[in-house]
Nanobody, 121 residues
């Protein structure tokens, strides 16, 4: 059963950087439209960024200028580069994506298992 697999979380000091990765467990699946979410303790899951493959990328105001979504289409992997991290960025980060056998079909909507990002002050 295909899954989204995330990696790259960890502990970093304020002002530091981390890069999260999101890929399908079967590497031949294409990640098409996707989004990054985060959920801090005691808070609702929050949309961080959306990326419609090759069309547009949008960010929540609180991360604009600090976070960047990028893709390696050869690896069918999406990244979330996070710079100038703040303690309020501490959360579990999830990727959510439509997968397909190509860029033009959709076999379903999937969630990653989440990866913890902790920013110390």
């Amino acid at each position: 059963q295909v899954q989204l697999v995330e990696s790259g979380g960890g502990l970093v000091q304020a002002g530091g950087s981390l890069t999260l990765s999101c890929a399908a467990s079967e590497s031949f699946f294409h990640i098409n439209a996707m989004a990054w979410y985060r959920q801090a303790p005691g808070k609702q899951r929050e949309l961080v960024a959306t990326d419609t493959k090759g069309v547009s990328t949008n960010y929540v105001d609180s991360v604009k200028g600090r976070f960047t979504v990028s893709r390696d289409n050869n690896k069918n992997t999406v990244y979330l580069q996070m710079n100038s991290l703040k303690p309020e960025d501490t959360a579990v980060y999830y990727c959510n994506a439509e997968l397909g056998y190509s860029d033009y079909d959709n076999i379903g909507d999937y969630w990653g298992q989440g990866t913890q990002v902790t920013v110390s002050s």
